[in-house]
C-alpha cells in the first residue's frame, strides 16, 4: 500500500516563500508520476503541479506558472512543490498524489481521477 505523507505547510506573508514535501513509502516511486493538488474553503479541488515518473515533464496550473516549481528526485522518494511569491489566494489545503500510469498530458495530470493514491493534506495560509 503506498502511503504519502506531506510536510512542509504552514503561515506565510504574502510575496513569501514555502517548499512543501510528499515522502512515499510502500511502491516504487520511481515509476509513479506525482501531482500537487489543492482544495481552498468552499471550493473544489484544484489541480497546481504535476511531474512525470522521470522528472523530465512537468505541468502546471496557470496561475501558479513561474511561481511554482515541482521536482521529484527519486532516490530520496518524495516530491517537493517550492512555492515563491505567494498570494492570498494560495491558501489552501495542499494535496501530494501518485498516479501509476504515465501518460504525457496536462489534461490527464490535471485531472483528479488520473491518481490511485493521495496524501492527507497539509495547510498553507498566506497573509497579506
Known amino acids: 500500500q503506498v502511503q504519502l505523507v506531506e510536510s512542509g505547510g504552514g503561515l506565510a506573508q504574502a510575496g513569501g516563500s514555502l517548499r512543501l514535501s510528499c515522502a512515499a513509502s510502500g511502491g516504487t516511486f520511481s515509476t509513479y508520476a506525482m501531482g500537487w493538488f489543492r482544495q481552498a474553503p468552499g471550493k473544489e479541488r484544484e489541480f497546481v503541479a504535476a511531474i512525470t515518473w522521470s522528472g523530465g515533464s512537468a505541468y502546471y496550473e496557470d496561475s501558479v506558472k513561474g511561481r511554482f516549481t515541482i521536482s521529484k528526485p527519486n532516490a530520496k522518494n518524495t516530491v517537493y512543490l517550492q512555492m515563491n511569491s505567494l498570494e492570498r489566494e494560495d491558501t489552501a489545503v495542499y494535496y501530494c498524489?501518485?498516479?501509476?500510469?504515465?501518460?504525457?498530458?496536462?489534461?490527464?495530470?490535471?485531472?483528479?481521477?488520473?491518481?490511485?493514491?493521495w496524501g492527507q493534506g497539509t495547510q498553507i495560509t498566506v497573509s497579506s
Open positions: 498524489a501518485a498516479s501509476e500510469t504515465t501518460y504525457y498530458s496536462w489534461s490527464y495530470y490535471s485531472d483528479r481521477g488520473s491518481y490511485d493514491y
